[in-house]
């Protein structure tokens, strides 16, 4: 039981590429979330779903896409990198009221 | 869900306990009590919950105040590992998807 996974771990990119950042859960979970940190500050909400093949937007989700084609898996883009958008993305999932697991991050550098 | 108040800082002596307190004078009555903890460069974890009765397990404790406006996070030893930032956040029971709204929370130093 691995419990939530990001890919890749570290990443850097140019402004104006794009990339797609993957989290996956083996736990059977409904919902999946992806945050982003900023130095010092705490975590914000980019998107989110609440099950397969759904998405909604959380309370910075400019500039990002998802898509949740399988239950376990949870897909961040981003089609046009920009230096604002160097943070640490951490990837979440919960079932329910229980608790929410959090991935061990991925670090994004746009330069 | 509710606003929390958290201190930005506190600082604490290896194996001295520690209390990390956390107003939340909005709270409704559906409301529950969530502590996550965010060690140096890992996802947040979770650490302890309740409603309105003090809950203990093998991280922490937690004490809520009677009228539940306000509660404390306590590490009975505190250890360097326990380094971190720790969060306090409310959710109504029947919240459903709603995501976890997290604040800036209180980082917790650890002297040797």
């Known amino acids: 039981n691995a419990g939530v996974t990001q890919t890749p771990k570290f990443r850097v990119l140019k402004t104006g590429q794009s990339m797609t950042l993957l989290c996956a859960q083996d736990?059977?979970?409904?919902?999946m979330y992806w945050y982003r940190q900023d130095p010092g500050m705490g975590l914000r909400l980019i998107h989110y779903?609440?099950?397969?093949?759904?998405?909604a937007k959380g309370e910075v989700p400019d500039g990002y896409n998802v898509s949740r084609l399988k239950k376990q898996n949870f897909l961040l883009g981003l089609e046009s990198a920009a230096p604002s958008q160097t943070s640490v993305y951490f990837c979440?999932?919960?079932?329910?009221?229980?608790?929410?697991?959090f991935g061990p991050g991925t670090r994004l550098l746009v330069l | 869900d509710a606003k929390t108040t958290q201190p930005n800082s506190m600082e604490s002596n290896e194996e001295e306990p520690v209390h990390l307190p956390c107003n939340h004078s909005?709270?409704?009555?559906?409301?529950?009590i969530h502590w996550y903890r965010q060690l140096p460069s890992q996802g947040p974890e979770y650490v302890i919950h309740?409603?309105?009765s003090n809950v203990n397990n093998r991280m922490a404790s937690l004490a809520i105040a009677e009228d539940r406006k306000s509660s404390t996070l306590i590490l009975h030893r505190a250890t360097l590992r326990d380094a971190a930032v720790y969060y306090c956040?409310?959710?109504?029971?029947?919240?459903?998807?709603?995501?976890?709204?997290f604040g800036k929370g209180t980082r917790l130093s650890v002297i040797a």
């Open positions: 909005t709270i409704s009555g559906t409301d529950y």
């Open positions: 956040i409310l959710r109504g029971w029947n919240s459903g998807n709603t995501p976890l709204v």
């Open positions: 736990m059977n979970h409904e919902y």
């Open positions: 309740g409603l309105t």
């Open positions: 979440a999932s919960r079932r329910g009221h229980e608790t929410q697991y």
């Open positions: 779903s609440v099950g397969e093949g759904t998405t």
